[in-house]
C-alpha cells in the first residue's frame, strides 16, 4: 500500500512564475492537508481540503490556492512566486473527521526554490 | 491560537546514552500533543501522540514522552539512543476546535559514536 506521494520531489522557479504541485493521498483517506516548511523551521499549516472543499486555511495569502479531485489528490498552486517562497512543501492525507485520532501520515515534500 | 516552542536548537548525545527533548506549548484548553520525527529526504513521521488519559505516553522506536500540564509541557524521552536516532524532532500542538498542527521550529539531535 502506497503512502502518501508527491510530484516533483524538487522544483526551481523564478520570481513571478507559478508552480503547481501535486499530491495522492494514503489509500482510503479523503482529506488532505499541506504544509510549508521553510528552512530550519518547522512546517506551517497552509490549507486543508475535504470533499473537494477548502476547510481550513493558515495565515497564508491568496497566492496560495488549492484544488482536490474526486479522488481525494489534491494540487497547491503558488502564483507570482517569491524568494519566501522557497521551502519544503508537504502533504498530509487523513480521514475527516479523525485527523487527530487516525494517524496523519505526511508526504516526502517537494522542495521549492525560486530564483 | 496555540503554538509550540522548542527551546533547544541542536543536541548532541553519545550513542547509549539517555536523551530528553523540550517542548512547551500555549494553549487555552487541553490540546492534542504530537511528536514527530524527520530524516533527511524523508517526509514526518509520527512518534507517539497525548489526547487524555494517562499523562505518560508510549511511542514507536523506544520512545516516550509526559504530559504535564501545569508546566504546558511534553517532553519525549528515550532512554538510550542509537545512532539510527539522528533527526530533526518537531513538537506539535492540535486544537479540539480545528484539523491543523502547530508545529515547534524542530530539535536536531546528533549522536556521536
Known amino acids: 500500500d502506497a503512502g502518501v506521494t508527491q510530484s516533483p520531489t524538487h522544483l526551481i522557479k523564478t520570481r513571478g512564475q507559478q508552480v503547481t504541485l501535486r499530491c495522492s493521498p494514503k489509500?482510503?483517506?479523503?482529506?488532505v492537508s499541506w504544509y510549508q516548511q521553510a528552512l530550519g523551521q518547522g512546517p506551517q499549516f497552509i490549507f486543508q481540503?475535504?470533499?473537494?472543499?477548502?476547510?481550513q486555511r493558515g495565515n497564508f495569502p491568496d497566492r496560495f490556492s488549492g484544488h482536490q479531485f474526486p479522488n481525494y489528490s489534491s494540487e497547491l498552486n503558488v502564483n507570482a512566486l517569491l524568494l519566501g517562497d522557497s521551502a519544503l512543501y508537504l502533504c498530509?492525507?487523513?480521514?475527516?473527521?479523525?485527523?487527530?485520532?487516525?494517524?496523519?501520515?505526511f508526504g516526502p515534500g517537494t522542495r521549492l526554490l525560486v530564483l | 491560537a496555540q503554538s509550540v516552542t522548542q527551546p533547544d536548537i541542536h543536541i548532541t548525545v553519545s550513542e547509549g546514552a539517555s536523551l530528553e527533548l523540550r517542548c512547551n506549548y500555549s494553549y487555552g484548553a487541553t490540546p492534542y500533543l504530537f511528536w514527530y520525527v524527520q530524516s533527511p529526504g524523508q517526509g514526518l513521521q509520527l512518534l507517539l501522540k497525548y489526547f487524555s488519559g494517562d499523562t505518560l505516553v508510549q511511542g514507536i522506536k523506544g520512545f516516550e514522552a509526559e504530559f504535564k500540564r501545569s508546566q504546558s509541557s511534553f517532553n519525549l524521552r528515550k532512554p538510550s539512543v542509537h545512532w539510527s536516532d539522528a533527526a530533526e524532532y518537531f513538537c506539535?500542538?492540535?486544537?479540539?476546535?480545528?484539523?491543523?498542527?502547530?508545529f515547534g521550529a524542530g530539535t536536531t539531535v546528533t549522536v556521536r559514536a
Open positions: 481540503y475535504y470533499e473537494e472543499e477548502e476547510r
Open positions: 498530509a492525507s487523513s480521514l475527516w473527521g479523525q485527523v487527530y485520532q487516525e494517524t496523519q501520515y
Open positions: 506539535a500542538v492540535g486544537a479540539r476546535s480545528d484539523y491543523k498542527l502547530s
Open positions: 489509500s482510503g483517506h479523503d482529506t
